[in-house]
């Protein structure tokens, strides 16, 4: 999920001690019907402002998410929503104590929209209509040709059932899901956040399961149409067709007890596929082996060491930024982190 810039980290080696970010959330439940939810964050390393992360514009805060939500399951299985909030799209969860799955940051979306979901006896159904244009992660739809959010015309359907397995602890998840506009409808050069040349569906299946102290994933999406922005006219590139973008992603985590304490140790396998074979902008493949403490139940302190084969940033993945028939993306890089942190909450 890390890609290195220049405004980021300068050589082939870098090292931070960084406050990676910051988020306090409200919670109110108004009436045992309405409940407002808001999520402030502060995120100078992933922001998207320009500069190094000292800059002014990387150090904002932000509404990530804000909600108001309507239903009482104690009293109903039906529920709506209406603000910004995560799209229903996919498991996007990780058994890595801090760095999401690739498959999160190919197709974990954020946006505008209306929700209603029905939950009961294990079953889960969420439709969401999303507002069009581009949105703030992982949805974009054409609006009569631009990026303008200015219509409803995006949708995310999503259902998934829970088997119990005979015991407290003991438990399978299994979904699907299906977005209408996906974010790989843009052309060459790809840019995102610019107009689409056509929307592009895709579809997730997933599952989770949960077996005394064993946590483990799996994961699968891809889109249903190539994505135009992946074919470079320009020679030598343009022997690589347009391809569909796919991205899965395996993991497992083991809860032991040592010294009285709760420790996590977990390993997971996420990848991004977005070109034919012998393209620079094949693939990235992610693994994360991760280890995390709990000295108390608010505080987690852990480590991962991350290793990441290929270089596929979206933005200009296919070339365009360069000189014709030039891609910054490259199937040989390779990249090592070794990464110490501390989540505390309150």
Not at 152 to 164: E, H, I, K, R, S
């Amino acid at each position: 999920m890390r890609h290195p810039t220049s405004a980021n980290q300068i050589g082939e080696t870098a090292s931070e001690a960084v406050l990676h970010s910051a988020q306090l959330s409200v919670t109110a439940n108004v009436t045992p019907w309405i409940t407002a939810y808001a999520e402030l964050l502060y995120d100078p390393e992933q922001s998207f402002g320009t500069g190094t992360i000292t800059a002014v514009g990387r150090n904002q805060m932000q509404l990530r998410k804000g909600y108001v939500m309507f239903g009482d399951l104690e009293e109903s299985p039906y529920y709506a929503a209406i603000g910004k909030m995560e799209a229903p799209f996919g498991l996007m969860d990780t058994v890595s104590p801090f760095t999401a799955s690739t498959v999160w940051h190919a197709f974990g979306g954020l946006a505008w929209g209306a929700l209603a979901g029905y939950s009961k006896d294990g079953l889960n159904i969420a439709l969401e209509a999303v507002q069009g244009g581009s949105q703030f992660r992982s949805l974009a739809t054409s609006v009569e040709g631009t990026n303008v959010p200015s219509r409803l015309n995006n949708f995310v359907a999503d259902a998934n059932y829970t088997f119990d397995l005979g015991g407290p602890g003991r438990d399978l998840m299994a979904g699907a899901s299906y977005v209408h506009g996906s974010a790989y409808c843009h052309g060459f050069p790809v840019v995102h956040f610019n107009p689409c040349v056509d929307d592009n569906p895709a579809y997730a299946v997933y599952s989770q399961l949960h077996y005394d102290r064993w946590t483990a994933n799996a994961e699968f999406a891809k889109t249903l149409e190539e994505w135009p922005g992946t074919f470079n006219p320009t020679p030598p590139l343009n022997q690589f067709a347009a391809s569909k973008v796919t991205s899965w992603g395996v993991g497992g985590r083991y809860a032991a007890e040592i010294g009285g304490q709760e420790v996590h140790l977990s390993s997971e396998f996420s990848t991004y596929i977005a070109g034919p074979k012998g393209s620079p902008w094949r693939r990235q493949d992610q693994w994360v082996f991760g280890l995390a403490a709990f000295p108390v139940s608010h505080v987690k302190l852990f480590s991962e060491l991350v290793l990441v084969e290929g270089y596929v940033p979206l933005n200009f993945l296919s070339g365009g930024n360069l000189g014709p028939g030039v891609s910054w993306s490259d199937a040989d890089a390779r990249t090592t982190v070794l990464l110490l942190g501390a989540n505390v909450a309150f």
